[in-house]
């Protein structure tokens, strides 16, 4: 299978680039999708992770001046 010719594996109607279902039959992810695909999808998984762990050290620092505060 070349990736220019690519051909869905239920109706073997001919596709162009990566689509997400078959133009013919409507068959979901006729293509697989190139390694750095998943690559970007993990790399903003991380990214998100981190984005999310930041941010409740934030939150936890913030209620801890606020009950720093609140006890003086
Ligand atoms: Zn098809």
Do not use: T
């Given at each position: 299978?070349?990736?220019?010719?690519?051909?869905?594996?239920?109706?073997?109607?001919?596709?162009?680039?990566?689509?997400?279902?078959?133009?013919?039959?409507?068959?979901?992810?006729?293509?697989?999708?190139?390694?750095?695909?998943?690559?970007l999808?993990?790399?903003?998984?991380?990214?998100?992770?981190?984005?999310?762990?930041?941010?409740?050290?934030?939150?936890?620092?913030?209620?801890?001046?606020?009950?720093g505060?609140?006890?003086?």
């Open positions: 299978m070349s990736a220019r010719n690519r051909s869905c594996p239920r109706c073997k109607a001919p596709l162009q680039g990566y689509v997400d279902e078959c133009p013919s039959c409507g068959f979901e992810k006729p293509v697989a999708l190139p390694w750095h695909v998943y690559a999808m993990a790399l903003m998984f991380v990214a998100a992770m981190w984005f999310l762990i930041d941010l409740d050290a934030i939150a936890r620092a913030i209620l801890a001046v606020r009950e505060l609140g006890s003086m």
